[in-house]
């Protein structure tokens, strides 16, 4: 009979515990979703408009080269190496520049994919420029007026529009 009651006890204490476990888990529960109805309205993030560009003018280093294509890539970012060719192709025999943000041997060879084509910024010219500017996506290509303010903004080399083109 003993053992009864201690078995009956034992399993009356862990009821108890999984209770006070279950309330627990509840209270965080409504605190979490208390939490997710308040960020509810508000996006994780902005999206990027490239658009925001045209009107500025381009920062010194970069105005320094009187380009009419002007293209920013990162050395971490593929769609950057995707694009360079593209790129390059379009920026044969214009005023182009290739601002290439990053370090190592990605960002050698994404300089060394327009070299031929486009003056190419790199490292702390390049990062500032980039800073200067605003740019939050790579790649961002911009066409570029005569007076080097920016007509044009785009993601996508080949949205950039005609005036962008040979």
Do not use: K, N, W
């Not at 192709?89 to 050698?108: D, F, Y």
Request: with cysteine; glycine share 8%.
């Amino acid at each position: 009979m003993m053992f009864v009651v201690a078995a009956l006890v034992l399993v009356g204490a862990l009821c108890v515990f999984d209770l006070v476990l279950t309330f627990a888990v509840l209270r965080r529960l409504r605190e979490h979703t208390a939490e997710l109805e308040r960020l509810a309205g508000r996006p994780s993030f902005a999206p990027y408009d490239p658009g925001v560009l045209v009107g500025r003018a381009l920062p010194g280093a970069v105005a320094a080269q009187a380009p009419d294509l002007v293209a920013f890539f990162d050395a971490q970012c593929d769609t950057c190496h995707e694009h360079a060719p593209g790129f390059a192709a379009r920026a044969r025999g214009r005023a182009a520049l290739a601002v290439v943000s990053g370090e190592g041997r990605r960002a050698e060879e994404l300089a060394a994919l327009v070299a031929d084509d486009a003056v190419v910024l790199r490292d702390e010219v390049a990062a500032g420029a980039v800073s200067a500017l605003g740019i939050e996506a790579f790649p961002t290509f911009l066409a570029v007026g005569p007076d080097g303010v920016v007509e044009r903004a785009h993601t996508d080399l080949a949205v950039l529009g005609e005036s962008a083109a040979v």
